[in-house]
């Protein structure tokens, strides 16, 4: 519906009932780059709501305020969960991991497998809960697993990121 047709408190209310963004209920493991990203982001979100209290949450700024309290609480949540697991070489598959597996048709892939905010599969990280990490933690070189209905065999393992100092 275009904006000339709702009423000026319209935009108001729909900012009063921004839903939250949801939480997932699984473990919030993260890497110490993906805690890194949590405290970014939580530090955005504080200044993002400090500059809408400050511009007094009238109008489009109730939107901005709606948007930012909204944020701070997602990642105040995320933060306050956030389990930070330290990797360090293995040879089994685990939170921390870069993969490297070759489907039958010979192409090779490779994902680091992190926590659920840092995940950005088109940048080579995936969920610790997404199916591609399910079916290969616990694996080892070699090992071969289902992966949408194809076998995938594991040809590297290798850890994501440094270990923390």
């Known amino acids: 519906m275009s904006v000339a047709f709702t009423k000026e408190g319209d935009s108001e209310a729909a900012a009063a009932d921004l839903p939250d963004r949801p939480v997932s209920q699984h473990t919030n493991y993260v890497t110490v780059a993906g805690l890194a990203q949590i405290d970014a982001a939580l530090a955005l979100a504080r200044a993002d709501y400090s500059a809408a209290q400050a511009a ?3 109008g489009s700024d109730r939107t901005a305020m709606a948007r930012a309290s909204r944020d701070l609480r997602y990642w105040t949540a995320r933060r306050a969960t956030a389990q930070l697991v330290e990797s360090g070489p293995s040879d089994t598959v685990r939170f921390g991991s870069r993969v490297m597996f070759e489907r039958d048709d010979g192409r090779r892939t490779s994902y680091a497998i ?5 995940a950005d599969p088109a940048n080579g990280s995936v969920s610790h809960v997404s199916p591609v990490a399910r079916a290969l933690i616990g694996k080892t ?25």
């Open 141 to 165: 070189l070699g090992d071969v697993a289902m992966l949408a209905g194809s076998e995938i065999e594991i040809v590297g393992i290798t850890q994501a990121a440094p270990a923390p100092q």
């Open 56 to 58: 007094g949450g009238i």
């Open 114 to 118: 992190v926590g659920e905010d840092e």
